[in-house]
């Protein structure tokens, strides 16, 4: 059976979401594919009865005030608040105010902004900044900083887009969160859609796209009756994660294209898709404020922090709920660290996280278990409809990707956080922004 639209999304991330919006008030017939049971993409927010707040697994800051996000916060009404709560690390058991890092990344951005030539990974400007035996402390934490919050090994990320993301804002920009989670986006995208009359197929892999120029077949099945069927438009928007345009034709997940995309050399040279572990650990109450615990004993108690960063443990950074009294911790690895994690498999994860919380603590891990209610994570690697946490550019990348931005013969347009510029890569807004981009794109080409 064959159906046919003027443009047909291929995923329903904030990106695709994004692109069928504008594609939808156009007035043009629009289909999106989602090969999930759910819109959303590596936006996951779960809702737990026992748990007080939204369980994000996916994404859940806003980063700043990036218009992408505020517009919809504006129009959908929402809630939104600021994450508040000091910063300490734990060294020797005892909380301290942690090597203040952002004069350092100010000191990076400064001489990657002056760095002439071919772009460098970014150890190599560390390694020129820091370059004796007495930085090595500083260079290390940089170095974790760099992977940890970009999802990368810093021996492959473009020093130039960790520059511009830095001079941005990066990890020092003001932080906030939904008050009904992360998804309260997705929701409102998702019905503005249903008032446009876009229809959204959940549950309906995409196993092959044939395309030539102002036509495009999307051979699809759906994963609950294994029934096929073709979709046929004019256009398609590919709003595929970057992991899943990586892989092998014969992987589970992967889209083969005929002919190949024109950029598919592209794709494997401007990023790659790294890897984050998170874990969300809900507590029967928020034992850790207790003043009896020695990590309490010092001038910074628990109680006063949004986050933990402590660098000897397998997650090393950690958050709470602040300004929101909640019994739940979050614990976060990512890069290098992640990968290890990942290896080992869900189970172990969650292991890794109740040891790491007992060594912070100073407590026994049966003490720590005693008190755990429930541990929430999701494998984002193993996803065959991600194959990644979030993308990260390599070293000399910037072309290529500008590359993958431009419409493919006017028939195929390309979208996704790994698009986005170097401030906004890897970021619901990121995202946003690209699909809009493409739809744009899509719409100019139409008209000629």
């Not at 009904?180 to 998702?190: N, P, T, V, W």
């Not at 958050?319 to 189970?347: F, H, N, S, Y």
């Amino acid at each position: 059976m064959a159906t046919t639209a003027d443009v047909i999304v291929l995923g329903a991330g904030a990106a695709g979401l994004a692109a069928a919006r504008r594609l939808g008030t156009a007035g043009l017939k629009v289909i999106v594919v989602e090969a999930r049971d759910r819109c959303g993409g590596r936006v996951y927010t779960r809702h737990v009865p026992s748990v007080p707040v939204p369980i994000e697994l996916g994404a859940e800051f806003i980063h700043g005030r990036p218009p992408e996000i505020w517009r919809i916060v504006s129009e959908a009404r929402a809630a939104v608040y600021a994450v508040t709560g000091r910063h300490c690390a734990v060294e020797r058991g005892r909380l301290r105010a942690p090597i203040e890092l952002w004069p350092s990344m100010q000191k990076v951005v400064r001489r990657i902004a002056a760095m002439r030539g071919p772009d460098r990974p970014f150890v190599e400007v560390a390694d020129a900044l820091w370059p004796t035996p007495a930085d090595a402390e500083i260079r290390a934490r940089v170095l974790s900083y760099v992977e940890g919050f970009n999802a990368a090994h810093a021996d492959r990320i473009s020093a130039r887009s960790v520059a511009r993301a830095e001079a941005a804002g990066g990890g020092g920009e003001q932080a906030f969160r939904w008050v009904r989670g992360y998804d309260h986006l997705i929701a409102y995208l998702s019905d503005e859609l249903a008032a446009l009359h876009v229809a959204v197929r959940l549950g309906t892999v995409v196993e092959a796209v044939r395309w030539r120029r102002g036509r495009v077949m999307v051979a699809t099945r759906s994963r609950r009756t294994d029934r096929t069927s073709t979709l046929t438009a004019r256009a398609a928007v590919v709003a595929l994660p970057l992991g899943v345009l990586q892989i092998a034709d014969d992987a589970e997940g992967s889209v083969r294209f005929t002919p190949p995309l024109p950029s598919a050399g592209a794709i494997a040279s401007a990023a790659a898709v790294g890897d984050a572990v998170r874990v969300v650990l809900a507590f029967r109450e928020a034992f850790w404020n207790d003043g009896r615990l020695r990590i309490n004993r010092g001038a910074c108690r628990m109680s006063q922090l949004g986050f933990v960063h402590a660098p000897s443990a397998e997650l090393p950074t950690w958050w709470t709920t602040a300004p929101i009294d909640a019994p739940v911790l979050t614990a976060w690895a990512g890069g290098r660290r992640a990968e290890a994690l990942v290896a080992r498999g869900t189970d172990a994860i969650a292991a890794a996280a109740v040891t790491s919380l007992a060594e912070i603590l100073g407590v026994g891990v049966r003490t720590v278990e005693r008190r755990l209610e429930a541990t929430f994570t999701h494998d984002w690697r193993a996803d065959p409809f991600s194959r990644g946490a979030y993308s990260y550019l390599r070293a000399g990348g910037h072309a290529a990707v500008r590359r993958l931005s431009r419409p493919i013969e006017g028939t195929l347009f390309l979208a996704g956080e790994a698009l986005a510029d170097d401030a906004n890569r890897g970021t619901v807004h990121g995202a946003l922004a690209s699909g809009d981009r493409a739809a744009r794109a899509l719409l100019g080409a139409l008209r000629k």
